[in-house]
T-cell receptor, first 110, second 115 residues
Framework: GQNIDQPTEMTATEGAIVQINCTYQTSGFNGLFWYQQHAGEAPTFLSYNVLDGLEEKGRFSSFLSRSKGYSYLLLKELQMKDSASYLCAVTGQAGTALIFGKGTTLSVSS | GAGVSQTPSNKVTEKGKYVELRCDPISGHTALYWYRQSLGQGPEFLIYFQGTGAADDSGLPNDRFFAVRPEGSVSTLKIQRTERGDSAVYLC?????????????FGPGTRLLVL
């Protein structure tokens, strides 16, 4: 079966650091993606991991542990504009289609 | 074009009617995907095109849903005899070659409401 779990909601304050976790159980694994989606808008690509370890890109970093079926997205120096839904997605054995979690809604307050 | 475009942005229809949703992918992208996103959920895969052919249609919920991509660029998602449960945002995405490690770029979606 395919299962991707993320927390439903998280809150944080401007300037803080937040970590959004994602666990997955899928038939095969070809990589894990993180997307950001503002309300009413298209998902936009943030990061991709296929090997274990940390990928850093500016204020955003993503970590993957394939043996544990676990990833996290780390957002530093939070800004109000970071308030959005963060989607964890996996490409599995079946092909190239993305299998998404339900998303984590992050609210950043001042 | 610069990005993936979708039309219409909003569509309201009555139960039982037929609708067509259009997707124009990034120029030169051979892979095109359709997803459906209900409120509070992540996108759910519907169908994947590689060029003109449907390489994977395992996500289509039933035979009321059909999609085409006759010239390998623009795609149309067709829904017959719409039901209230079809109400959702229909997202289209494209990628350069369709590899499982490639980034998919999403359009803004079509918000379909079936009354």
């Amino acid at each position: 079966g395919q299962n991707i779990d993320q927390p439903t909601e998280m809150t944080a304050t401007e300037g803080a650091i937040v970590q959004i976790n994602c666990t997955y159980q899928t038939s095969g694994f070809n990589g894990l993606f993180w997307y950001q989606q503002h309300a009413g808008e298209a998902p936009t690509f943030l990061s991709y991991n296929v090997l274990d370890g940390l990928e850093e890109k500016g204020r955003f970093s993503s970590f993957l542990s394939r043996s544990k079926g676990y990833s996290y997205l780390l957002l530093k120096e939070l800004q109000m504009k970071d308030s959005a839904s963060y989607l964890c997605a996996v490409t599995g054995q079946a092909g190239t289609a993305l299998i998404f979690g339900k998303g984590t809604t992050l609210s950043v307050s001042s | 074009g610069a990005g993936v475009s979708q039309t219409p942005s909003n569509k309201v229809t009555e139960k039982g009617k037929y609708v067509e949703l259009r997707c124009d992918p990034i120029s030169g992208h051979t892979a095109l995907y359709w997803y459906r996103q209900s409120l509070g959920q992540g996108p759910e895969f519907l169908i994947y095109f590689q060029g003109t052919g449907a390489a994977d249609d395992s996500g289509l919920p039933n035979d009321r849903f059909f999609a085409v991509r006759p010239e390998g660029s623009v795609s149309t998602l067709k829904i017959q005899r719409t039901e209230r449960g079809d109400s959702a945002v229909y997202l289209c995405a494209s990628s350069a070659l369709g590899g499982s490690q490639e980034t998919q770029y999403f359009g803004p979606g079509t918000r379909l409401l079936v009354l």
